[in-house]
């Protein structure tokens, strides 16, 4: 991984204190002190709308399914083209943790 343009001490801390959660409890207590309601909702758009991008939905499709606005949905596949992979590398794992958790029939 390359190191972010965005990288200082303070930041460094958050991400710390971040990977110190344990479950999704822990990350509902933390995110709901951390974040307004508004903000933590962007996130989760976000992670939606990179989602449907990578399987090739429509912006319509989107916007209809998440609400996200054609700004949102614009930023979010600049992310995928030209960002840091954060998307990917999240969406991946994503996808690998829920082929493991629910394992195909043979």
Same mark, same amino acid.
């Given at each position: ?32 002190? &951390? ?9 989760? $758009? *976000? !992670?939606?709308?990179? =989602? ?28 995928? &083209? ?9 969406? $991946? *794992? !994503?996808?690998?943790? =829920? ?8």
């Amino acid at each position: 991984m390359t190191t972010s343009k965005l990288k200082d001490p303070a930041l460094d801390r958050l991400f710390e204190a971040i990977l110190q959660l344990k479950d999704e409890d822990e990350c509902y207590c933390f995110f709901e002190d &951390i974040c307004t309601v508004a903000e933590m909702k962007a996130l989760a $758009q *976000r !992670l939606e709308v990179a =989602k449907m991008l990578e399987q090739d939905a429509t912006y319509t499709h989107i916007a209809e399914k998440t609400g996200a606005s054609p700004a949102t949905i614009s930023r979010v596949k600049r992310c995928l &083209i030209y960002g840091a992979d954060g998307y990917r590398l999240i969406l $991946q *794992r !994503l996808r690998e943790k =829920k082929s493991v958790d629910s394992p195909q029939a043979p």
